[in-house]
T-cell receptor, first 115, second 113 residues
């Protein structure tokens, strides 16, 4: 069974541009989470999508947005890129909430570099 | 304000011995805790979890202990193996994961031969 897949693996953008990152969850998983791991920091929660809807977002500005498609894949868009947006962006999927013991399974990440 | 803290950035343990990774949290609303392992250039891999209604959970070589009164959890790996060398993240969840997981900064475990 395929795991969570993210594309691209690496992305280099210029300050002010837009970046689009993609995530395909494990088959059967309806929840997708996005996290940012900046250098020297732990993973910071960005966005949660479930059944096509944005359920919650972390403490990030509105230029971080995304969507979830009917097939449960997801896209993260970062507009007006800033140098500090350079980070590893991780996507995770789960089949339910953690109360039900459904752990989140992570992709390998997209390394975004803003120059 | 860091709600999940892993105060040891790195830990070196001899192969065959016990590895103990520690994690402290401040948010009393956390009710589910997880440990993830991460190799370079890979995403974190789920290891083991524990609900706040338990104080211990075992899975093979991995055991997680939860001390709610101290807001402390630990991961024990026995015996430690070379393949265990990785970064370990402690994570916590409240209210069914609506706010995602809150992660610590990780502890780099090095298993020495």
């Amino acid at each position: 069974e395929a795991g969570v897949t993210q594309s691209p693996t690496h992305l280099i953008k210029t300050r002010g541009q837009q970046a689009t990152l993609r995530c395909s969850p494990i088959s059967g998983h309806t929840s997708v989470y996005w996290y940012q791991q900046a250098l020297g920091l732990g993973l910071q929660f960005l966005l949660w999508y479930d059944e096509g809807e944005e359920r919650n977002r972390g403490n990030f500005p509105p230029r971080f947005s995304g969507r979830q498609f009917p097939n449960y894949s997801s896209e993260l868009n970062v507009n007006a890129l800033e140098l500090e947006d350079s980070a590893l962006y991780l996507c995770a999927s789960s089949s339910g909430t953690f109360y039900r013991g459904a752990e989140a399974f992570f992709g390998q990440g997209t390394r975004l570099t803003v120059v | 304000d860091q709600q999940v803290k892993q105060n040891s950035p790195s830990l070196s343990v001899q192969e065959g011995r016990i590895s103990i990774l520690n994690c402290d949290y401040t948010n009393s609303m956390f009710d589910y805790f997880l440990w993830y392992k991460k190799y370079p250039a890979e995403g974190p891999t789920f290891l083991i979890s524990i609900s706040s209604i338990k104080d211990k959970n075992e899975d093979g070589r991995f055991t997680v202990f939860l001390n709610k009164s101290a807001k402390h959890l630990s991961l024990h790996i026995v015996p430690s193996q070379p393949g265990d060398s990785a970064v370990y993240f402690c994570a916590a969840s409240a209210g069914g994961g609506a706010d995602g997981l809150t992660f610590g900064k990780g502890t780099h475990l090095i298993i020495q031969p």
